[in-house]
């Protein structure tokens, strides 16, 4: 009771002063919240939250605390975020006009898709082609072994080195097979987009009567 009475007649003292001039009064807290009121921001409010009031007691403008390191990285951060936000969804935007304007209709997809396989497909027959002959050499030479894998002889250094090409193309050939999987979630993925994108499109007017597809004749 005693500190809003001090408070009040500092109010009435300041106001009084300066009934007759023109200058503002300034009502601010200090870092212990404790409020003043004074012709002037001093140099140790700096930063402080403050209210202007005019020569009536009226307020005049309010200035906000300055943000504190803390605050000022979460605004960052969440400025970061917003741009990061933003960014993907120009990109999504992109695809998705990318999407509508290389198909018509869902079985467009199924065919590229099928183009795309095709490639990956011819890669493994011709892989494999190569393969089979390297796998009967190595079981030729397991049986001129006596059916055990060379360990000594000129036979070694041919068995080892027709297991390294056998490796290779079935590392190729793996290979393609999982990329042959990518290629077909993709273009899934892509073909239930589309549809999801064009289920609610406006259906284009009949170039011949000038009314959507199922619209009844005007009477």
Request: aromatic share 4%.
């Amino acid at each position: 009771m005693k500190r809003y009475t001090r408070h009040l007649l500092g109010t009435l003292l300041v106001l009084s002063a300066c009934g007759h001039a023109q200058a503002d009064i300034y009502k601010w807290k200090d870092a212990q919240g404790e409020v003043h009121y004074s012709n002037t921001i001093p140099p140790q409010a700096a930063g402080y939250a403050n209210i202007e009031l005019d020569k009536h007691g009226l307020v005049v403008k309010q200035k906000s605390a300055a943000p504190t390191p803390e605050q000022r990285a979460s605004e960052a951060a969440a400025q970061a975020r917003q741009a990061i936000e933003q960014q993907s969804l120009t990109e999504q935007k992109r695809r998705d006009t990318a999407l509508l304007n290389t198909y018509t209709n869902p079985a467009e997809i199924d065919l590229a898709r099928d183009r795309n396989l095709e490639q990956a497909k011819l890669i493994i027959n011709g892989t494999q082609s190569r393969l089979a002959p390297l796998l009967d050499k190595q079981a030729t030479l397991v049986k001129r072994a006596g059916g055990r894998i060379p360990v000594s002889g000129p036979m070694v250094t041919e068995y080892k080195d027709n297991a390294r090409h056998i490796v290779e193309l079935q590392d190729m050939i793996a290979r393609k097979r999982k990329e042959m999987n990518t290629i077909r979630a993709r273009f899934a993925a892509d073909k239930a987009h589309f549809i999801e994108l064009t289920t609610n499109m406006p259906v284009p007017a009949s170039p011949q009567t000038g009314a959507y597809p199922g619209a009844q004749p005007a009477k």
